[in-house]
C-alpha cells in the first residue's frame, strides 16, 4: 500500500487490520493512537467509544449481529482493565476477536504499569507481544488464531515500540508455539458414526420429538437440514437465546429455557426424545432442568465439550453442519414417511398466550400500578418496524424480551452480557449492532440500573444509530437482586434506585424522548415514530466520509429513548424458577 509514511510497527498492524477485517472500535491513548490514525487517515471504518467497556462490547456485538471478526483498541494500563469486564464475555461466548492495545515499553516498565500479560494468562486468553521484528506476523497470526479457536486475541504494543521501523518486514511470529497446528486449529472432531446411528434411531422411534437448535446451526449454515430433519420425523422446533429464529414456522415453540412462554412448557414435557443440536444445554436452557421430562430421552451433538452442558443420555461431538444431514438420511431410511406424526396429533400449535386461560399474561398495570412489562413489550412490538434488529443488556427484564420482542432472524438478536451475567453492556451493544446492521431498526432494551452504570455510551449511540429506539425497562430498581433477596428477608434499601427520568437524560444528549407511565402514554411513542419515518430522521454513519462513524451526526434525532415506567411486582419466568429453588 502506498503511503507518505514509513512502515512502522503501528502501520504494520494497521494494514493487517484493514486486509482482514472490516470495522474497529476502540478508544484513543497514548498507545493505540498511531494504530488508529494509520486506520483513518486510509477511511477505514472506526468507531469511536466514549469508554474502553464499550470498545470490546461493541466490537462484540459487531460479530454477533453477523458483521465479521471483532475488532477492538484501546490504550495500556487503565484503559486496559476497563476492558476486562467485556473481555472476559467474550473469551466465555466464544466470540472471535482481535484486541490491540499497549503494554509497558519494551526498554523496561515504569511505576504506572502493569503486568497485563499475567491478567490475561489469569483469564485465559492468548496473546503476542508484538516487536519491531514480527508485528506483521503476529498481527497475521493474531486473526487466525482468533478465528480457528472461536475467542479473543490480544496484541500487546510495548509503548516506546509503537512507531518503530519494521525490522526485516516484521515478518517473525513472537509466539511460533501458538500458531502451531495442534494448538491454533480446532478441527472438527470425527464423529462417531455409532453415536449418530443411535440418535437416528431414536429419533425414528420417537413418538414425540423435539430439536432444540443452538448457536451452532447458524454458524455451520445448517438450519436448511434441521427443517428437514424436523420433517422427516414431524418433530416440533426450539431454539436458544443465542439462535432466535434458525429454524422458525409454524412448529416452532420460540425460545428454550426461562424465556419459553408457559403455554408451550406442556409439549416440551410432553416430548419423548429431544435432540439438542449446536447448544450448550446448559441449566438455563434447561430451564433449571424442568424444560423437559425426566424420563425424556436427549441426545446432545455438539461441536466440543461445554463446561456448563447438563448430563445427557447421549452426547456425539461433531460438526452439525456434517452431522445433520446424515441424520436425515439415516432417519428416512429408517422410517415409514407415511406413518403419523406428533405434529398430526396436535393438528396446530396454539398461540403461545391466551387470554383466557392466563389472563394475568394481560394486565395492563401491575399490583403496584406501574406497567405489567410483558403488556408494555407486547404494544411497543406492534409498533415499531419489523425489520429490526434486538439487542439488551442483561438484568431481570430480560426474560421478557425474547417472549414479546420479535426479530427476524438469528444475527438479530444480541444479548452481549449473558455469557458471565454482567450487566452495563447494553449501550455498547446498540454501537456494534448499528455498525453490523446499519438499515435495520436498531432496538436496545436495558434496564435503569444497566442503563445508568452504560451511561458512557449513550452518546455514542445517538451519534451512530441512524433509526432506531431505546426501551429502558425502569423499575427504580436492581429487579434481579430485589426479587432474589426480598424472599430471603434481606434489606432491600440498597436494591432500590431513585426513578430517573431517562427521557429528559435522552434528549439533554440529542435524542428523542418519551415517558411511558401509563396506556394512555403509548400515543406518545406512536407519534415520536411517526415523526421520525416523516422527517426520515437518522444518521449516515460515515457522513463525513472520513471513516470515522457519525462524526457528522451530533443532535441526532434517529434515536427514540421510551423511559417505561414499568412493574417491580411482575417476576420474570426465568427469576421465578430461581425463587422455588431457595
Request: hydrophobic share 45%.
Amino acid at each position: 500500500m502506498d503511503r507518505a509514511f514509513p512502515a512502522t510497527v503501528s502501520t504494520a498492524i494497521a494494514d493487517v487490520i484493514v486486509e482482514r477485517a472490516d470495522h474497529v472500535f476502540g478508544l484513543v491513548g497514548n498507545a493505540n493512537s498511531h494504530v488508529v490514525s494509520h486506520l483513518t487517515v486510509q477511511g477505514f471504518p472506526y468507531t469511536a467509544t466514549r469508554h474502553e467497556a464499550g470498545a470490546i462490547a461493541a466490537a462484540d456485538a459487531f460479530h454477533r449481529a453477523g458483521g465479521g471478526i471483532a475488532v477492538a483498541t484501546t490504550t495500556c494500563g487503565a484503559g486496559f482493565t476497563n476492558t476486562i469486564t467485556p473481555l472476559a464475555e467474550a473469551n466465555a461466548a466464544r466470540v472471535p476477536m482481535v484486541y490491540v492495545t499497549g503494554s509497558a515499553p519494551a526498554a523496561g516498565a515504569r511505576h504506572f504499569d502493569l503486568d497485563q500479560a499475567a491478567l490475561l494468562d489469569a483469564m485465559g486468553i492468548d496473546y503476542f507481544t508484538v516487536s519491531p521484528a514480527t508485528a506483521a506476523a503476529d498481527a497475521h497470526a493474531a486473526f487466525t488464531l482468533a478465528e480457528s479457536r472461536r475467542a479473543p486475541v490480544v496484541l500487546l504494543v510495548p509503548f516506546d515500540e509503537q512507531n518503530r521501523p519494521l525490522a526485516d518486514g516484521g515478518s517473525v511470529v513472537s509466539r511460533p508455539e501458538l500458531v502451531r497446528p495442534a494448538h491454533a486449529a480446532l478441527p472438527f472432531p470425527e464423529a462417531d458414526p455409532d453415536g449418530l446411528d443411535r440418535i437416528a434411531e431414536l429419533l425414528a422411534g420417537a413418538e414425540r420429538p423435539l430439536i432444540l437448535s443452538g448457536r451452532g446451526v447458524v454458524a455451520a449454515g445448517a438450519a436448511e437440514a434441521v427443517a428437514e430433519l424436523g420433517d422427516a420425523v414431524g418433530a416440533l422446533h426450539m431454539h436458544s437465546a443465542m439462535a432466535r429464529n434458525v429454524v422458525g414456522g409454524e412448529w416452532c415453540m420460540g425460545t428454550a429455557g426461562g424465556f419459553t412462554h408457559r403455554g408451550y412448557l406442556e409439549y416440551t414435557r410432553s416430548a419423548d426424545v429431544v435432540l439438542i443440536l449446536g447448544a450448550s444445554f446448559n441449566a438455563f436452557q434447561s430451564r433449571g432442568g424442568g424444560l423437559f421430562a425426566p424420563d425424556a430421552t436427549i441426545a446432545h451433538v455438539v461441536l466440543e465439550e461445554h463446561p456448563s452442558s447438563l448430563p445427557v443420555g447421549l452426547r456425539v461431538l461433531a460438526d452439525v453442519g456434517s452431522a445433520v444431514p446424515r441424520l436425515v438420511d439415516s432417519v428416512r431410511e429408517l422410517r415409514d414417511a407415511s406413518a403419523p406424526t406428533w405434529r398430526d396429533a396436535i393438528g396446530s400449535l396454539p398461540p403461545a398466550e391466551d387470554r383466557a386461560t392466563q389472563p394475568e399474561l394481560f394486565h395492563d398495570y401491575g399490583a403496584d400500578g406501574r406497567l405489567d412489562p410483558r403488556a408494555a413489550l407486547r404494544r411497543l412490538n406492534g409498533m415499531m418496524p419489523a425489520q429490526r434488529t434486538v439487542c439488551t443488556d442483561g438484568g431481570h427484564f430480560l426474560g421478557w424480551v425474547p417472549m414479546y420482542l420479535d426479530s427476524p432472524d438469528p444475527h438479530a438478536q444480541v444479548l452481549v452480557g449473558t455469557a458471565i451475567q454482567t450487566i452495563g453492556l447494553g449501550f455498547p451493544t446498540a454501537i456494534g449492532v448499528a455498525a453490523a446492521r446499519p438499515d435495520d431498526f436498531n432496538v436496545l432494551v436495558t434496564g435503569d440500573g444497566g442503563g445508568l452504570m452504560a451511561m458512557a455510551e449513550a452518546e455514542t449511540v445517538f451519534r451512530t444509530v441512524r433509526r432506531g429506539a431505546v426501551i429502558v425497562m425502569n423499575d427504580a430498581a436492581y429487579g434481579a437482586e430485589l426479587h432474589q433477596y426480598r424472599a430471603e428477608g434481606l434489606d432491600t434499601a440498597s436494591m432500590v434506585i431513585d426513578d430517573i427520568d431517562f427521557a429528559a437524560m435522552g434528549r439533554s444528549l440529542g435524542a428523542r424522548g418519551v415517558t411511558v407511565a401509563t396506556v394512555a402514554d403509548f400515543a406518545l411513542v406512536a407519534e415520536e415514530l411517526a415523526a421520525m419515518d416523516a422527517a426520515g430522521d437518522g444518521v449516515d454513519g460515515d457522513a463525513a466520509g472520513d471513516g470515522v462513524d457519525g462524526d457528522a451526526a451530533a443532535g441526532n434525532s434517529g434515536v427514540l429513548v421510551i423511559d417505561l415506567k414499568i412493574s417491580r411486582e411482575v417476576i420474570a419466568d426465568f427469576i421465578a424458577e430461581v425463587l422455588k429453588k431457595q
